[in-house]
């Protein structure tokens, strides 16, 4: 296209384009798919000790909160042999030594990850993916991926509920994601999971199963998202009838809504509470909200262990003023996390002390 434009061509002649012609009528042009393989992946200039990297376009489910089926139809990926080679590059000629794979699902299909993983051990370098729960099927898998150099995944369980991802079209169980979970707490991965409250027809009853698990069972990093509607392509909106789905923000944001199961209020609520009950109950579930802005690990030179531990009193010390109300409990409260901080060295400065903070 900015060929075309630089010499005065015909941007018609472009593939999948969208353009206003002379006479401002909209025009598509042709749809048109490159080789992957044969397409030179992107090179960063120089140095660059961590490379992002994308190896398929499209996606081959089609969840019904996802877009991704919309923006590229039709699923494409490279071949192992392609990312062994890309990956080998960045570490040779750009001093890489890990990569975040961007992909929705880098661990589909099965035959390319099995292919791949051997590729990826020969050549010494750590990464990080998304992936699917029923992608993490057994031990010797976990085995393969630590070998490998894989160091963190990332995982949409959305729901603990079987009819809810039966709703989502999500093509996964609630066991598969226990299988899942099972596997990754007991290896050197790390894990961050995602999870959805308000999904259209999901009402307070079956959500209640996706709490118990965050409550109950999880350990790891996690999120808990209050449902978005805000993009009209997601596929939801064919099943807008059946769930009486009604949004009511006049922003366009489509963060106020309804449907038969609950409305956003109710869904807030209940994040809300879910959150805070994995803050005080449950010691190995993590909520990654304010980390981000600070640098990972929080705590150099301690173990992954350790700074879990950590990251848990720091987020329980910083909402006491949100979750206890009884200033004597509050103060008793700070004063063991404090303490408990100090055990893994970490302490209050003074400034802080003085502020009343």
């Not at 992909?103 to 390319?112: E, Q």
């Amino acid at each position: 296209m900015l060929d075309k434009l630089d010499t005065g061509g015909d941007p018609g002649t472009v593939p999948n384009v969208v353009f206003r012609d002379r006479d401002g009528r909209l025009r598509l042009t042709q749809i048109a798919y490159i080789d992957l393989d044969q397409n030179p992946s992107p090179s960063p200039d120089g140095y660059s000790p961590i490379v992002p990297y994308e190896s398929m376009r499209g996606c081959p489910f089609s969840c019904n909160f996802c877009s991704f089926p919309a923006a590229s139809p039709l699923w494409r990926y490279k071949s192992a042999d392609k990312i062994a080679r890309d990956w080998e590059h960045y570490k040779i000629r750009h001093g890489a030594h890990y990569i975040k794979a961007l992909d929705s699902t880098f661990t589909v299909p099965p035959t390319r990850l099995k292919e791949l993983l051997p590729k990826l051990a020969a050549i010494d370098i750590q990464w990080e993916a998304y992936t699917r729960a029923n992608s993490i099927k057994n031990v010797d898998l976990v085995r393969e991926l630590e070998d490998s150099g894989c160091r963190s995944l990332f995982l949409g369980f959305e729901s603990m509920s079987d009819t809810t991802l039966q709703y989502m079209d999500k093509k996964v169980t609630a066991r598969a994601n226990r299988i899942a979970h099972e596997l990754l707490r007991e290896s050197t991965i790390k894990h961050f999971v995602s999870f959805i409250v308000g999904y259209p027809g999901e009402n307070p009853e079956l959500f209640e199963e996706t709490k118990m698990f965050l409550v109950n069972e999880f350990a790891g990093e996690f999120a808990l998202y209050v449902c978005m509607l805000q993009d009209e392509t997601m596929p939801v909106w064919r099943d807008a009838e059946r769930f009486d789905l009604q949004v009511h923000d006049p922003s366009g944001e489509a963060r106020i809504w309804s449907h038969s199961g609950m409305d956003s209020e109710t869904a807030v609520r209940l994040q809300q509470e879910t959150l805070r009950d994995v803050r005080w109950k449950n010691d190995n579930a993590i909520f990654r909200s304010w980390q981000h802005d600070f640098e990972s690990p929080l705590v150099s030179g301690k173990s992954r262990q350790e700074n879990a531990a950590v990251e848990k009193l720091v987020d329980r010390l910083g909402m006491i003023g949100v979750d206890v109300e009884d200033d004597g409990r509050a103060r008793c409260l700070e004063d063991r996390l404090v303490a408990e901080l100090g055990v893994h060295g970490v302490t209050i400065s003074s400034e802080d002390n003085a502020s009343g903070r």
